[in-house]
């Protein structure tokens, strides 16, 4: 190989700057990951309502007992907490 076989054009060099900037910010960029996975949540909880109904009626009673879960211990340590 030569010298020449190694050197890269400037548009070559932007675009994998850019490349490499992209998938940074998609490493860091917390809200839209969160997006992309709230998204994905969504798709897999549709295609389980079709697919198996009581299942996800299942699912949506499960995550209301939780969040009646956490609301109840956040109440009882905002109760504590203010003593």
Known sequence: MSGDD?????????REL??????????????????RATDRARRRFAALADEKPAAAVA?????????????????????VASR
């Open 59 to 79: 699912g949506i009673v499960g995550v209301a007992g939780l969040v009646g879960v956490g609301v109840g211990v956040w109440a009882v340590v905002r109760s």
């Open 18 to 35: 850019a490349e490499a900037l992209n998938a940074i910010e998609d490493k860091i960029n917390v809200p839209k990951r969160v997006g």
């Open 6 to 14: 190694f050197r890269v054009t400037p548009e070559q060099a932007r």
